[in-house]
């Protein structure tokens, strides 16, 4: 078994991070095995929704702070390596948003760091009852700086200030109220839960799909005037397509619709 696998069910496919000893940490190889699946899931039109796990204990633990203390041994401390990693590790977060199909984080065990900036990164989140959650780096003298972009961006400025700030962990329930994870489910239920909410979203059409979840991540870049005049736009380019017609038509007509995507 690979350090990732990927298993499709008809439209949904699953990529579940397969470092149980490590908790899944974001090494070099992991970063990489990730991109490489998002760039191939790019290109998939047979592919609707990804769900994204972790196996072992935990979600995922972050960076490999191992393989990052190696990289300190360069002649110039680390800090080309450094750089490289944070810039792939970058990539890869943003290859998640750029994706046309939603991704949803399956989280269990532990999100930390950049573990919990993995499920910010995410579209939808659906966590297991006990989950912990942290962006704890501040506690072993590194900030979260990374973390914080997407986290910053999921939940209430000063609640990701006191979680990159004191190193505390937050529960699953509270990250459900502050808006990091959609549900909490029961552990035994959780794979379940995932599961059907990826079945009910792949039975959506997937281009109409893809130009929303383009607009979603644009529109919240702009002020809300050049917001409104660019998804009023996309709505009439969405309008225009044959498949969004025949959607029309057919609950006009109350008939499941016959579309081609």
């Not at 000063?158 to 489910?185: P, Q, Y």
Request: aromatic share 6%.
């Amino acid at each position: 078994m690979g350090i990732l696998e990927r298993s499709d069910t008809g439209a949904v496919a699953r990529l579940k991070m397969n470092a149980p000893d490590r908790l899944n940490a974001l090494s070099e190889e992991m970063l990489a095995a990730l991109q490489a699946e998002f760039d191939a899931l790019r290109e998939d039109s047979s592919i609707r929704v990804v769900i994204l796990s972790g196996a072992g204990k935990g979600f995922c633990a972050g960076h490999d702070l191992k393989q990052m203390t190696a990289g300190r041994q360069a002649e110039d401390g680390g800090k080309a390596y450094f750089q490289d990693l944070f810039a792939q590790c970058t990539r890869m977060m943003l290859s998640i948003q750029c994706l046309p199909q939603p991704v949803i984080a399956q989280v269990h065990g532990i999100a930390t760091a950049a573990g919990c900036q993995l499920v910010a990164s995410c579209d939808l989140a659906i966590a297991a009852e006990g989950t912990r959650f942290g962006v704890n780096g501040v506690n072993i003298g590194l900030f979260c700086s990374t973390p914080m972009v997407a986290l910053s961006r999921n939940i209430p400025r000063k609640r990701a200030f006191e979680m990159l700030t004191t190193g505390d962990f937050i529960s699953a329930e509270r990250a459900s109220e502050l808006g990091l994870v959609n549900r909490v489910a029961p552990e035994m239920l959780l794979e379940h839960e995932t599961q059907a909410l990826a079945n009910q979203l792949a039975t959506k059409l997937g281009s109409a799909v893809k130009i929303g979840k383009q607009a979603f991540y644009q529109q919240l870049e702009m002020p809300i005037e050049q917001a409104y005049a660019y998804t009023g736009e996309v709505m009439a380019q969405n309008m225009l397509h044959r498949d969004t017609e025949e959607g029309i038509s057919a609950f006009i007509e109350k008939r499941p619709p016959n579309w081609d995507q």
